[in-house]
């Protein structure tokens, strides 16, 4: 069965922090993982990942996939509130539309 | 660009009853997927329209079901509903199925509350 696992699901740090988000992932057909962050409703797409070992970044956040390993890391630096958020990693089955997501974690930015 | 919209944000149903939800995607897209987010499960993958046909399907009961009209609009259907199914449900739309991967753009969702 597919399955993608996060860790940790909670985390609490201060502002200015710099945090690393967890990401393994058991997907058949593999093609891409995707991170997205959730506030209070709809995720909001943060990164696509599909090939090993190439770093994506989009301003304090970045994202890299190991394919030999199977996970993916997300970090994000100098962290502020406002990232105070759920980050959902997902698997993307080659072919499909469909997604296999992590349980999340929760990260919480305290001033 | 209007974003995916769904209706209604919230509902409040007892148990065996059951519920319509709606999806309008975004302008274009074809594509249609349904998502259930739980506490405990996260967000799992109930089915996907395209072209008014199911594509890809989840591991949930055959209480679940949905549809796809002309204008890809879709909706969602659950009869029988159980205390379980309380939850947030998410629809998400992309310009194609199959092939290279769309970006998925996600509704507000329908907040489902089961008594």
Not at chain 1, 10 to 18: A, F, I, M, P
Not at chain 1, 57 to 75: H, M, P, W
Not at chain 2, 7 to 35: F, M
Not at chain 2, 39 to 51: A, H, K, R, V
Request: hydrophobic share 30%.
């Amino acid at each position: 069965e597919d399955k993608v696992v996060q860790s940790p699901l909670s985390l609490v740090v201060h502002e200015g922090d710099t945090v690393t988000l967890n990401c393994s992932y058991e997907v058949t057909n593999f093609r891409s993982l995707l991170w997205y962050k959730q506030e209070k409703k709809a995720p909001t797409f943060l990164f696509m990942l599909t090939s090993s070992g190439i770093e994506k970044k989009s301003g304090r956040l970045s994202s890299i996939l190991d394919k030999k390993e199977l996970f993916s890391i997300l970090n994000i630096t100098a962290t502020q509130t406002g990232d105070s958020a759920v980050y959902l990693c997902a698997g993307v089955i080659q072919g499909a539309q469909k997604l296999v997501f992590g349980q999340g974690t929760r990260l919480t930015i305290n001033p | 660009k209007a974003g995916v919209t769904q209706t209604p944000r919230y509902l409040i149903k007892t148990r065996g009853q059951q519920v319509t939800l709606s999806c309008s995607p975004i302008s274009g897209h074809r594509s249609v997927s349904w998502y259930q987010q739980t506490p405990g499960q996260g967000l799992q993958f109930l089915f996907e329209y395209f072209s008014e046909t199911q594509r890809n399907k989840g591991n949930f009961p055959g209480r679940f079901s949905g549809r796809q009209f002309s204008n890809s609009r879709s909706e969602m259907n659950v009869s029988t509903l159980e205390l379980g199914d309380s939850a947030l449900y998410l629809c998400a739309s992309s310009f194609s199925s199959g092939g290279p991967y769309n970006e998925q753009f996600f509704g507000p969702g329908t907040r489902l509350t089961v008594l």
